[in-house]
């Protein structure tokens, strides 16, 4: 079993920057992908980002690839989403997940393909 903790959910100005954390405990796949959904309200979940384990490779959605980065520190199981130049558009509940990586062309971008959640973090950008 993985539990998962984000942190890091605030309120910010547009233009203004965040880092969200994930920690992950429990026993974890031996290859697995971390990724960062969203979900604002009236929406439904939708990719931001993901980071696979042991290759470290990154996947970003289209509409926050220049604005976004994933990164993980194995020293502390925590993966981090660095954004920057936020928009009111980004606001929205943020939550972490976990997922086996079954193949290496597995759809990254699914929520199907993530089995632990965490219990997400909210991000308010104002305008």
């Known amino acids: 079993q993985v539990q998962l903790e984000e942190s890091g959910g605030g309120v910010v100005q547009s233009g203004g920057s965040l880092r969200l954390s994930c920690v992950a405990s429990g026993r974890m796949p031996m290859s697995y992908l971390t990724g960062w959904f969203r979900q604002a309200p009236g929406k439904e979940r939708e990719f931001v980002s993901t980071?696979?384990?042991?290759?470290?490779?990154?996947y970003y959605a289209d509409s926050v690839r220049d604005r976004v980065t994933i990164s993980r520190d194995n020293a502390v199981n925590t993966v981090y989403l660095q954004m920057n130049n936020l928009k009111p558009e980004d606001t929205a509940v943020y939550y972490c997940?976990?997922?086996?990586?079954?193949?290496?062309?597995?759809?990254?971008?699914?929520?199907?393909?993530?089995?632990?959640w965490g219990q997400g973090t909210q991000v308010t950008v104002s305008s």
């Open positions: 980071i696979t384990w042991p290759r470290g490779r990154t």
């Open positions: 997940a976990v997922g086996r990586q079954r193949s290496v062309y597995m759809d990254t971008s699914t929520p199907h393909s993530y089995e632990y």
